[in-house]
């Protein structure tokens, strides 16, 4: 642990979740906190306890240190200020790990990182250790002091936006899932989007343990293990193949059918996770079980219910086309698609493409609506562009047959009708019911 510097003057910039857990952590540890949001915020909270509340602003602000929320973007005028005048500047999960004791578990990815997050908490924990899943996944990493056992085993979420400013963020063990074109309306290129998930690695050591597809490489310091479907079974893989998966010095640990995620995607998250889980000390037995008994996660290809044989599915958490394109591959035939949402930047040919086997229709929505249905019209998949979720849910519900399913997987970002992917999920659940699925 680097720790951190006596106490003086820190700014935080961006006043979500994270910022809040920033603002509150340092103030507690005696730093004088001024926290700043562009948007008008309430923070009555925060300034209550004593923290310097400026929001709206955007104006820079001399500082001892900057903690910088994963939403604000390098180019803020308060940090291009900090980067400019040499002061620190931090994420939030470089903050907390710099006050926390815990060992860390930090998986990236474009798509996949909640499943596996959770997934990876609930194996240690089958396995008799603590374990929290925090970060992106919802809980802050910095609201963590004070709450949890020194030794419980922190399992983090990070997204590219929380990869970057990590000076000495250490993960024992690490995982790049994945990694295709996403954020592109915050990054240049996709080399640099690649460039800050691979950040997740920069800090370990000879001892931790680095995974990461085939084909990529890691700035670790960790020995390199790899994730295949391929059949490999050698020595830095962990596999799916010969009936089920294998572990690393585990051998076979449970077969295919005692699994019950669906899709490819997640057998690469379940082998990550499987990995990681042994690389902590957990037994093949114990991660058989734990792999047995774990749910899912809401908003994840989750089953909110059926009516008249049709299958109603929310996967609102798939705000990119990639992760569209999983959900279809775990649902690869009679499939009526609800997509659409705020733009990425990002195109939609491959999900179009992907559809024309599963899809017998698509219903649109959202500002994307209309660059999604020429992607599908050039692909000879029938779609309908419509107001909103709820009239998608009950137009689908209405023309789907006996055995089909309605599935929402938008490839989008969720901003333009919604607080969120969750806001948007629970929508679909509501309208789902509505149409009668229990």
Not at 15 to 23: K, P, T, V
Not at 68 to 94: I, K, M, N, Q
Not at 106 to 118: D, F
Not at 314 to 341: C, F, H, M, Q, W
């Amino acid at each position: 642990m680097t720790g951190l510097s006596p106490p003086g003057t820190a700014l935080v910039v961006g006043l979500a979740r994270s910022g809040r857990a920033a603002a509150t952590l340092l103030h507690g540890l005696g730093w004088q906190v001024i926290a700043t949001d562009r948007a008008p915020v309430d923070a009555a909270d925060l300034a209550a306890a004593g923290i310097d509340v400026r929001a709206p602003s955007d104006d820079p602000v001399p500082a001892d240190l900057v903690v910088r929320s994963p939403g604000v973007p390098r180019e803020a005028p308060p940090l291009v200020a900090a980067y400019r005048a040499g002061t620190p500047v931090w994420s939030e999960v470089e903050l907390a790990s710099r006050v926390l004791p815990n060992p860390v578990m930090g998986i990236t990815g474009t798509n996949g990182k909640t499943t596996t997050t959770e997934l990876l908490a609930h194996l240690l924990r089958a396995g008799g250790l603590q374990a929290v899943a925090c970060g992106n996944v919802g809980t802050p990493m910095a609201s963590l002091p004070g709450q949890v056992a020194p030794d419980a085993w922190l399992v983090v979420e990070c997204s590219s936006f929380q990869l970057e400013d990590i000076p000495s963020f250490h993960p024992r063990a690490a995982v790049l899932l994945n990694v295709t074109p996403d954020h592109m309306d915050r990054y240049p290129d996709f080399t640099a989007y690649r460039q800050a998930k691979l950040n997740l690695f920069a800090n370990q050591g000879p001892d931790d343990l680095a995974i990461v597809p085939h084909g990529m490489d890691a700035p670790s310091g960790a020995p390199l293990r790899r994730i295949s479907a391929d059949g490999d079974t050698g020595p830095d893989v962990v596999s799916w193949a010969r009936g089920g998966l294998h572990v690393r010095g585990l051998g076979l640990v449970a077969p295919w059918h005692e699994i019950p995620l669906r899709g490819a995607h997640n057998r690469d998250n379940v082998m990550a996770a499987a990995a990681m889980a042994a690389h902590a000390g957990v037994a093949g037995g114990a991660i058989a079980a734990g792999l047995a008994t774990f749910g899912g996660v809401p908003h994840r290809l989750e089953v909110v219910g059926s009516a008249g044989g049709v299958v109603f599915v929310n996967d609102s958490k798939a705000t990119n086309p990639a992760a569209a394109i999983a959900a279809l591959d775990a649902y690869p035939e009679g499939v009526r698609l609800i997509a659409g949402g705020s733009s990425k930047d990002t195109p939609f040919d491959a999900l179009a493409a992907a559809a024309r086997s599963a899809v017998v229709h698509a219903y649109l929505i959202g500002e994307t609506a209309d660059d999604i249905a020429r992607a599908m019209a050039a692909e000879g998949v029938a779609c309908t562009v419509l107001a909103d979720l709820p009239t998608a849910v009950s137009r689908a519900a209405a023309d789907a047959a006996d055995g089909e399913v309605v599935l929402l997987a938008p490839a989008c970002a969720s901003f333009d009708q919604f607080t969120g992917y969750e806001h948007r999920g629970e929508v679909f659940r509501r309208a789902a019911q509505g149409a009668g699925a229990r």
